[in-house]
């Protein structure tokens, strides 16, 4: 009985389960990645090019206005004013002080400045190693499109996928190169630009935006005023092809065994105080360690934690 349970669940759980997605940032299970989070190592920090959309496609007229371009530069301050409105289907090209690579986990992430979790504006996100070759993260939205999400509707975080903008302002949406591992043209180890390309949320197919699937996605429109479209506030680097901090942290570093893990590891000749947070900042475990002790990591949820102590930081792999 037990195991027919278990075959019908094999069977139905990847079907039903499609459409839902990461949930918001306050939900457990969310992979909301906070501002101050430990994962982060750095910001961008250049504007490559920047072309502003319309505060409505349909209509044409004055282009969305709101904020300078370089508000999307360095640190997210979370807040709805330090931000640039890119209007609809409008885009920026950042650049980095190094490239971003294809590490464990996400590799980047995307703030918006929403100020709900659930007042949604969306944007594709596509990265390049020349600059000339863009790929985008193939996303996907369950957003029903039957009905306009009107100008300030409401959208639920778990409604899509590899979208930037699922979370509220201070929580970056996080992108894991690994998703186009298949892609030709980029090096997933040098990524020296990433594009940030507005969805226009119009259901109507002579304007709107599609997901990777084919699926137009349904987002708060009209946005006519100065700040329509995706407001970005900043877009943080979690992995960097940074050779030489790469080299110090080596030296610095602590050594973990096994990394990954299901069950336990063991901080290598290490003893003192240790924390572990998850990757939205939370601390899930703080304690002493004496030498040589197994940590349970057993009760963690799978994925990546920081496990931090007096002598350094490293990500750990919960399997
Ligand atoms: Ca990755
Ligand atoms: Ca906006
Ligand atoms: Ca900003």
């Known amino acids: 009985m037990i195991k027919n349970i278990l075959i019908f669940s094999a069977l139905f759980l990847p079907i039903f389960g499609l459409s839902q997605f990461a949930p918001a940032a306050n939900v457990s299970g969310t992979t909301a990645i906070h501002k101050d989070s430990s994962a982060i190592v750095n910001w961008a920090t250049k504007v490559n090019t920047f072309s502003r959309g319309f505060e409505d496609v349909a209509i044409g007229g004055p282009l969305a206005s709101y904020g300078d371009s370089t508000a999307a530069l360095g640190y997210a301050e979370g807040t709805s004013t330090e931000v640039v409105s890119l209007g609809d289907a409008g885009e920026i090209v950042l650049g980095f002080q190094y490239p971003i690579k294809n590490d464990s986990g996400p590799d980047f992430a995307i703030f918006e400045n929403s100020f709900s979790h659930d007042y949604l504006e969306f944007a594709h996100v596509e990265v390049s190693t020349d600059g000339l070759n863009f790929i985008r993260i193939p996303s996907e939205s369950s957003i029903q499109t039957t009905s306009q999400t009107g100008t300030f509707g409401t959208t639920l975080a778990e409604w899509t996928h590899n979208l930037a903008g699922k979370y509220i302002q201070g929580y970056g949406t996080p992108f894991d190169l690994e998703d186009i591992s298949d892609s030709l043209g980029v090096n997933l180890d040098s990524i020296n630009y990433v594009k940030i390309v507005d969805v226009v949320g119009s259901i109507d197919l002579s304007y709107g935006s599609f997901d990777a699937l084919g699926t137009i996605i349904n987002e708060p429109y009209p ?90 930081s490293i990500k750990v792999q919960k399997n």
């Open 223 to 312: 946005s006519a005023f100065e700040s329509g479209g995706f407001d970005l506030d900043g877009v943080a680097v979690i992995n960097e092809n940074n050779v030489s901090a790469g080299l110090q942290k080596e030296q610095s570093s602590i050594k973990v065994y096994p990394n990954p893990s299901q069950e336990g590891i063991n901080i290598v000749g290490y003893s003192g105080i240790y924390q572990m947070h998850d990757m939205s900042g939370r601390k899930v475990l703080e304690r002493t360690a004496y030498k040589n002790e197994i940590i349970d990591i057993s009760f963690l949820e799978s994925g990546m934690y920081i496990l931090t102590t007096s002598k350094g």
